[in-house]
């Protein structure tokens, strides 16, 4: 059984730069795939990005491919979304969630509460 806590969302202005940590316990972190999901007031949730298990591959979503970027430190059990030049429709809550293959859709297994991040000037 996995633990996924995630933390580092808040509040930011258009064009800023987030960092978000997912920090697992409870099972070998490394032997999960990791994934980002996001979910919009009043939208379903969406694919964000996934990082294989080793970190050698990441896929991303169309809407932040080229601003968002997920790593992993297995030694550290923590995988990251690291957030530049956000947008105010990049506003929602964000979860990470973790599997034993990498997939874009949402079923994934395990589950973090998810963490807020608002964007607006």
């Known amino acids: 059984q996995v633990q996924l806590v995630e933390s580092g969302g808040g509040l930011v202005q258009p064009g800023g730069s987030l960092r978000l940590s997912c920090a697992a316990s409870?099972?070998?972190?490394?032997?999960?795939?990791m994934a980002w999901f996001r979910q919009a007031p009043g939208k379903e949730r969406e694919f964000v990005g996934t990082?294989?298990?080793?970190?050698?591959?990441?896929t991303y979503a169309d809407s932040v491919l080229g601003r968002f970027t997920i790593t992993r430190d297995n030694a550290a059990n923590t995988g990251y979304l690291q957030m530049n030049s956000l947008k105010p429709e990049d506003t929602a809550v964000y979860y990470c969630?973790?599997?034993?293959?990498?997939?874009?859709?949402?079923?994934?297994?395990?589950w973090g509460q998810g963490t807020q991040v608002t964007v607006s000037s």
């Open positions: 969630a973790a599997d034993v293959r990498a997939r874009t859709s949402d079923d994934y297994e395990y």
């Open positions: 990082i294989t298990k080793t970190g050698g591959a990441t």
């Open positions: 409870g099972g070998t972190f490394s032997t999960y795939a």
